[in-house]
């Protein structure tokens, strides 16, 4: 049994096939990442079949795919490649914990997370007062610093600038809005593209001041429809376990659980 690892998504998707497609919502992340990660792994059994995936995408933080905890204790002992020591890591709650024991390194949780994924669309009752529509590039401005404001509200570092990741998603179709009953944008929400089958929701958002009166359920089923409508076969999302609002909301709306996630930082 051995951590094998490769710079050519060609390479991992040849080795790994089999597992990714047995567990794909599991592997959400890594399929989403495996094209532009700097380096991507696998755990085989002694009979070649591979239980465990990895990626690692700039600066340098593994995110652990579908594994054993078996495989995750190994990674720790083995090591990544060139002797990179992760100054985080992320992935099902289960794996990172075994791999953050085994390295042995000081190490504390920074964010947990449940990963959910849509059975049936169920609409917002009573349903919230305005409309959702596709967001355009007049748009761009305003969905910019709302991105800014979501980073700061789950707690990261904003970029300066979120001009191009919003036009990517605005352009794309991929980015809607949720009008007020005056007209005014007031929620937003977008969806990733489909890989393998999938795509995950995500920068759900509403503006402090016009929180409690459903938007974000509003235009989360729209943004969810619209993916089940373009043919994505499975709908997925992550939530912050420490907001139990958000995790009521989703499953009000037929989002189910699959698993938690956590990530770690290392202290030393």
Known sequence: MTWSFTESAAAFRAAAAEHLA????????????????????????????????????PPGEPSLGAMTEEAARALAAEGLPGGER??????????????AEATGRPWAPVARMRLFRLGELTPPDPAPEGRARVATGADVPLVAEWTKEFARAIGDEPAEDYTGFVTERISEERLWLWEGPDGRPVSMAAVSRTIGGQARVHLVHTRPAERGRGYAAGVTEAVSRAALDAGTERVLLFTDLANPTSNALYRRLGYRPVTDHLTVTFTD
């Open 22 to 57: 047995a567990e794909p919502v599991r592997n959400t992340a890594v399929l989403t990442l495996m094209d532009t990660a700097g380096r991507l792994g696998w755990w085989a059994e002694p009979d070649g079949g591979v239980t465990g995936v990895l990626v690692v995408s």
């Open 86 to 99: 992760p100054t985080a890591v992320r992935g099902e709650t289960a794996a990172v914990e075994a791999y």
